[in-house]
T-cell receptor, first 114, second 116 residues
Framework: AQTVTQSQPEMSVQEAETVTLSCTYD???????LFWYKQPPSRQMILVIR??????QNATENRFSVNFQKAAKSFSLKISDSQLGDAAMYFC???????????FGKGTSLLVTP | GAGVSQSPSNKVTEKGKDVELRCDPI?????LYWYRQRLGQGLEFLIY????????KSGLPSDRFSAERTGESVSTLTIQRTQQEDSAVYLC??????????????FGSGTRLTVV
């Protein structure tokens, strides 16, 4: 079974600064997808960014980028120019290419201070 | 609809009662998923529907849990004889048919179930 580990239960960043959230995963598959989801107090899970394992180039979506290290099975999320609206729970998730279920980590609570 | 709709938003029930949770997926999304999120935890997969069939029910925690789906539309998750450990947020998501390109799911806002 694939497991996803987020070792930081809580992180804090000042507005306009940069923060990196960590995620590692365990798999024997070579082809898979990785995701970061944001969950604000509204509870709805919002897709932030996705990465296909066969792509070496790190995914980027505006202020959000990932550092994907396939050999190390690491998938960290960098948030640049942090904004108050970025405060939320962030979940890392894995899905194998031939599967459909997402395996989630336990999440990191991000606090953004003025 | 424009998004995934879940109802009710919150549900408080007495231990031993049955509850039904509803999910209305995005129109045209053939795949539908139910997840459970206990307090302070990540999401646990419960069940996957492709159309109205459920190829994977492996995440349902006990035979008190069941789910059905009408065509490629509404799904209902039923929990019978609720227990306090069933208290959680139940999230539904939908997506186009899973394929080689995955753009992720679209989630609803969940139903917070509290069993007292």
């Amino acid at each position: 079974a694939q497991t996803v580990t987020q070792s930081q239960p809580e992180m804090s960043v000042q507005e306009a600064e940069t923060v990196t959230l960590s995620c590692t995963y365990d798999t024997s598959e070579s082809d898979y997808y990785l995701f970061w989801y944001k969950q604000p107090p509204s509870r709805q899970m919002i897709l932030v960014i996705r990465q296909e394992a066969y792509k070496q180039q790190n995914a980027t979506e505006n202020r959000f980028s990932v550092n994907f290290q396939k050999a190390a099975k690491s998938f960290s999320l960098k948030i640049s120019d942090s904004q108050l609206g970025d405060a939320a729970m962030y979940f890392c998730a894995y899905r194998r290419n031939s599967g459909y279920a997402l395996n989630f980590g336990k999440g990191t609570s991000l606090l953004v201070t003025p | 609809g424009a998004g995934v709709s879940q109802s009710p938003s919150n549900k408080v029930t007495e231990k031993g009662k049955d509850v039904e949770l509803r999910c209305d997926p995005i129109s045209g999304h053939t795949a539908l998923y139910w997840y459970r999120q206990r307090l302070g935890q990540g999401l646990e997969f419960l069940i996957y529907f492709q159309g109205n069939s459920a190829p994977d029910k492996s995440g349902l925690p006990s035979d008190r849990f069941s789910a059905e789906r009408t065509g490629e539309s509404v799904s209902t998750l039923t929990i019978q004889r609720t227990q306090q450990e069933d208290s959680a947020v139940y999230l539904c998501a939908s997506s186009p048919t899973p394929g080689p390109i995955d753009y992720g799911y679209t989630f609803g806002s969940g139903t917070r179930l509290t069993v007292v």
